[in-house]
T-cell receptor
Framework: DADVTQTPRNRITKTGKRIMLECSQT?????MYWYRQDPGLGLRLIYY???????NKGEISDGYSVSRQAQAKFSLSLESAIPNQTALYFC??????????????FGSGTQLSVL | GIQVEQSPPDLILQEGANSTLRCNFS?????LQWFHQNPWGQLINLFY???GTKQNGRLSATTVATERYSLLYISSSQTTDSGVYFC????????????FGTGTRLKVLA
């Protein structure tokens, strides 16, 4: 089984709908992240969390919210989806601060299409 | 904020050829990683390399932090090396975050 699991793998939704993407991990890592990838671009950080009580905005947090339900679970919500939120979404984890503990490990991604 | 630039943006190789991918960053970084995104979209960790040189099979990477660049070497390329290669630099100035380059898209022809 994958260490970082994202559900669903693919989702098609309509403008204005609320949608939640879920991420769970079995790596025992404290830090979790949500990234977005658009065609031809690198990954951009939406939100990150260093532990259950910690939530931080990334560079493109507008229109998104997150919930860290447990150490192993981090969900991303689009309250009212719009077409320019169509993208490939990745969840990632890292163990903690300093050195190689900062290595990122990614889930398989969720392809979201907003019509 | 820090800028991360990768070159070349696209690369086509014949199987068996060697290549060098470059990642430049505009400011001091705490660490740097290289990733391979395969044709199915999965992101695979290749190297965690804040400085120095590492090798893993046909791939190796070198980061010269003082000169703000990192290189990824692919030797004897195979069709399975195709995909997009990203470097990501961690900055702790301002918001703690990894900044990703826009990637090098590699296609290896049989």
């Amino acid at each position: 089984d994958a260490d970082v699991t994202q559900t669903p793998r693919n989702r098609i939704t309509k403008t204005g709908k609320r949608i939640m993407l879920e991420c769970s991990q079995t790596k025992g890592h404290d830090r979790m992240y949500w990234y977005r990838q658009d065609p031809g671009l690198g990954l951009r950080l939406i939100y990150y969390s260093f532990d259950v009580k910690d939530i931080n905005k990334g560079e493109i947090s507008d229109g998104y919210s997150v919930s860290r339900q447990a150490q192993a679970k981090f969900s991303l919500s689009l309250e009212s989806a719009i077409p320019n939120q169509t993208a490939l979404y990745f969840c990632a984890t890292s163990k903690g601060p300093t050195g190689s503990n900062e290595k990122l490990f990614f889930g398989s991604g969720t392809q979201l299409s907003v019509l | 904020g820090i800028q991360v630039e990768q070159s070349p943006p696209d690369l086509i190789l014949q199987e068996g050829a060697n290549s060098t991918l470059r990642c430049n960053f505009s400011d001091s970084v705490n660490n740097l990683q290289w990733f391979h995104q395969n044709p199915w979209g999965q992101l695979i960790n290749l190297f965690y390399i804040p400085s120095g040189t590492k090798q893993n099979g046909r791939l190796s990477a070198t980061t010269v932090a003082t000169e703000r660049y990192s290189l990824l070497y692919i030797s004897s390329s195979q069709t399975t090396d195709s995909g997009v290669y990203f470097c990501a630099a961690l900055t702790t100035s301002g918001t703690y975050k990894y900044i990703f380059g826009t990637g090098t898209r590699l296609k290896v022809l049989a």
